[in-house]
């Protein structure tokens, strides 16, 4: 199947800095990523749909200005927390399609933690 | 928020047995699709059945599909240890690309 690579696979920040978070597409491209949240033993939750070349769509109750996502290429997505607090430590996890009606590849998930 | 619940929420049995986990969802769908979670990790795609069909089959998996009773199973025959993880339904909203996913059902096979 289709590989999504997401990078760091594991970050720890102070609280109040800034963490970038890559998803890429390595050998398809995909004009539509998601970026879910998820907690300890919990589902994932969709934060928001990153189409390539415009505004990210943010489901409700996801800060727009706490997470910046940006869809810069076919095959590049980046989540940036801003201004980290302990709360936002969670499971990030990115997904990728070539299209509609196909199955979603999902990256290996990026850990952070914010001290 | 999410669209399915799945049930249950944590299932044991011994290795050899067969495991069968239930997702059910709210709003008409294009696809549904179950994944794989090992603790930690990130999601490994087992099987996408679309709304049109009915049941699908991969190695020693058997997914169906209710889009009546909007529901759907996945069963693992003659479980493994190495089956033991967390498994999710996603479903693909009718109208939209987004995939949103159940709680979960927490699967552990005793060796």
């Known amino acids: 199947g289709a590989v999504v690579s997401q990078h760091p696979s594991r970050v720890i920040c102070k609280s109040g800095t800034s963490v970038k978070i890559e998803c890429r597409s390595l050998?398809?491209?995909?004009?539509?990523m998601f970026w879910y949240r998820q907690f300890p033993k919990q589902s994932l939750m969709l934060m928001a749909t990153?189409?390539?070349?415009?505004?990210?769509?943010?489901e409700q109750g996801v800060e727009k200005d706490k997470f910046l996502i940006n869809h810069a290429s076919l095959t590049l997505s980046t989540l940036t927390v801003t201004s980290a607090h302990p709360e936002d430590s969670s499971f990030y996890i990115c997904?990728?399609?070539?299209?509609?009606?196909?199955?979603?590849?999902f990256g290996q998930g990026t850990r952070l933690t914010v001290v | 928020s999410q669209q399915g619940e799945e049930d249950p929420q944590a299932l044991s049995i011994q290795e050899g047995e067969n495991a069968t986990m239930n997702c059910s969802y709210k709003?008409?769908?294009?696809?549904l699709q179950w994944y794989r979670q090992n603790s930690g990790r990130g999601l490994v795609h087992l099987i996408l059945?679309?709304?049109?069909?009915r049941e699908k089959h991969s190695g020693r998996l058997r997914v169906t599909l209710d889009t009546s009773k909007k529901s759907s199973s996945l069963l693992i025959t003659a479980s493994r240890a190495a089956d033991t993880a967390s498994y999710f339904c996603?479903?693909?909203?009718?109208?939209?690309?987004?995939?949103?996913f159940g709680t979960g059902t927490r699967l552990k096979v005793l060796a």
């Open positions: 997904s990728a399609q070539q299209g509609r009606d196909t199955e979603a590849f």
């Open positions: 059945i679309r709304s049109n069909e």
């Open positions: 990153s189409n390539e070349g415009s505004k990210a769509t943010y």
């Open positions: 709003t008409s769908i294009n696809n």
């Open positions: 996603a479903t693909d909203l009718s109208g939209t690309y987004k995939y949103i």
């Open positions: 050998d398809f491209q995909a004009t539509t």
